[in-house]
């Protein structure tokens, strides 16, 4: 069946540093990837996503590409700021399932 | 006012006792879900519904129903809540782009 594995957390950085958070996945078919992030209290939120192979999603200075040869889709930012510090979480979906798979989350965490 | 509303936020309740947890959503979507979120597993689907009349099982559906009042509202009921379905309970609800967008949360705890 369809999986997503991600890195385990708590991933500590000082603010600038460089963030890359892992995920790998294993599906049917041509999926489509996703990064949504949890703000303490909150609900996920989308943060980025990617339909095929080769794109790459961005916001608010986030970057995953769709990697199809590696089954990959990590997470990157050239520097953090404290208010990123949240859970990560990588999902995916494969047409017609409407179904969508969540990895366990990555806790970040942005020390001043 | 938030897209995705669920209530109540946060409920403490004993074993045995029949749990309704709501969702509402203002975002005119068809396609709407709960899930439950438990530290170390991420979220995991209970159930889903396309419309009121196509309502469909997650992979932990046991111990959980669920009622699609209308369009917007998509209720989930523990008919004898136990210790185990602690947890942090979240309403999505997913546009036709597949993105999800998920409510605040409701936190239950089962004594």
């Known amino acids: 069946g369809n999986s997503v594995t991600q890195m385990e957390g708590p991933v500590t950085l000082s603010e600038e540093a460089f963030l890359t958070i892992n995920c790998t996945y294993t599906a049917t078919g041509y999926p489509s990837l996703f990064w949504y992030v949890q703000y303490p209290g909150e609900g996920l939120q989308l943060l980025l996503k990617?339909?095929?192979?080769?794109d790459k999603g961005s916001n608010k200075g986030f970057e995953a590409t769709y990697r199809k040869e590696t089954t990959s889709f990590h997470l990157e930012k050239g520097s953090v700021q404290v208010s990123d510090s949240a859970v990560y979480f990588c999902a995916l979906t494969t047409s017609g399932t409407y179904k969508y798979i969540f990895g366990t989350g990555t806790r970040l965490k942005v020390l001043a | 006012d938030a897209d995705v509303t669920q209530t109540p936020r946060n409920r403490i309740t004993k074993t045995g006792k029949r749990i309704m947890l709501e969702c509402s959503q203002t975002?005119?979507?068809?396609?709407m879900y709960w899930y439950r979120q438990d530290p170390g597993l991420g979220l995991r689907l209970i159930y889903y519904s396309f419309d009121v009349k196509d309502i469909n099982k997650g992979e932990i559906s046991d111990g959980y129903s669920v009622s699609r009042q209308a369009q917007a509202k998509f209720s989930l009921s523990l008919e004898s809540a136990i210790p185990n379905q602690t947890a942090l309970y979240f309403c999505a609800t997913t546009s036709t782009t597949d993105t999800q967008y998920f409510g605040p949360g409701t936190r239950l705890t089962v004594l």
């Open positions: 975002k005119g979507h068809d396609r």
């Open positions: 990617a339909t095929k192979a080769d």
